[in-house]
């Protein structure tokens, strides 16, 4: 897995005075960071105006991988109340920042909170778990918890905003039990790992070598017979549609996006951050929506 990087240059007198601001809250909001928006994303919609959310990564047109954190991040979570972490090796810097964080500070770990199997048979431990609509449940659910022991006077505002954002990650379940009767058994070719929880919810099946899509994700050169196989995939038709991962671009990928291309294989477009102006629900409708146009073809 690809790791996102930390590069912390954080002067002492800075973390000396923002330590005795540690659990502060702006306006009677709780302060909660988050590593990425997505997450971030989630945390809003339990707990409203209730939180101030700072996610970390947030930019939609950047890499994700190519993020450094900075004094100001530590800042924020030395300031924040919750911490919510996807885990798993994906996002380690924000476990570095924690440790100069309170020991006050809660702290939600996604992987921990999926109960997935960190060490399976298959290979790595996918880290890419927002792409997982019930892993995504059960860490909102975590969320409306540790809300709730922070500030029980609003306890049934946490666990209303819980049960209907709950009530939209059911109707996406519905959503991919249907797209799964028209995609079961169906190939899917990918360029990173990124969105499997969610085509192997709809039945599909990855064809792609996993030595291929784990070069990509690591940044490594890809052997040139993985190439030929990954490009055969797609001049072949032996895959319905090519998830591509659109923040994490190369020669390598580009190549695969141009074969898909010349080989009228439909491509959806996966990802790591929220799309600019969308929300966690809106965005899977979104990826489900185009799933379906592909597989439908």
């Known amino acids: 897995m690809q790791r996102l990087a930390v590069l912390l240059v954080v002067p002492l007198l800075l973390l000396t005075g923002c330590s005795a601001s540690a659990g502060a809250e702006d306006g009677g909001r709780i302060r909660v960071v988050a590593s990425t928006d997505v ?7 339990v707990g409203g105006s209730a939180v101030q959310v ?13 993020f450094q954190a900075d004094a100001r991040d530590q800042l924020a979570v030395s300031r924040a109340r919750l911490v919510v972490v996807n885990g798993g090796g994906y996002d380690d810097f924000l476990t570095q920042l924690l440790k100069n964080a309170p020991d006050s500070t809660a702290r939600i770990d996604a992987a921990d909170v999926s109960g997935l199997d960190r060490t399976p048979d298959s290979g790595e431990f ?6 997982d609509v019930p892993v995504v449940s059960e860490v909102a659910g975590r969320i409306a918890r540790e809300l709730t022991r922070i500030d029980p006077e609003r306890k049934a505002t946490f666990t209303s905003r819980l049960n209907r954002f709950r009530e ?13 009767r028209t995609a079961q058994g169906k190939g899917v070719a990918i360029t990173e790992p990124v ?3 969610m085509t192997e919810a709809l039945g599909l099946v990855n064809r792609t070598s996993p030595d291929f899509s784990e070069a990509i994700e690591e940044g ?12 055969a995939l797609l001049s072949e038709h032996r895959v319905a549609v090519l998830a591509y991962n659109e923040q994490t671009t190369g020669a390598t990928t580009e190549q695969v996006l141009a074969a898909a291309k010349a080989a009228d294989v439909p491509v959806v477009g996966v990802r790591e951050t929220l799309p600019e102006g969308k929300g966690y629900v809106a965005w899977m409708q979104q990826d489900l929506a185009a799933l379906r146009a592909a597989v439908s073809r």
Do not use: K
């Open 39 to 45: 997450w971030g994303d989630v945390v809003r919609q």
């Open 54 to 66: 700072d996610s970390l990564i947030d930019d939609p047109s950047r890499d994700p991988h190519d």
């Open 126 to 131: 996918n880290e890419h778990l927002w792409y």
């Open 168 to 180: 939209q990650l059911d109707g996406l379940e519905r959503t991919e039990a249907d797209i799964r």
């Open 195 to 197: 969105p499997l929880y």
């Open 220 to 231: 490594d050169d890809v052997a040139p017979a993985l190439l030929r196989e990954q490009l």
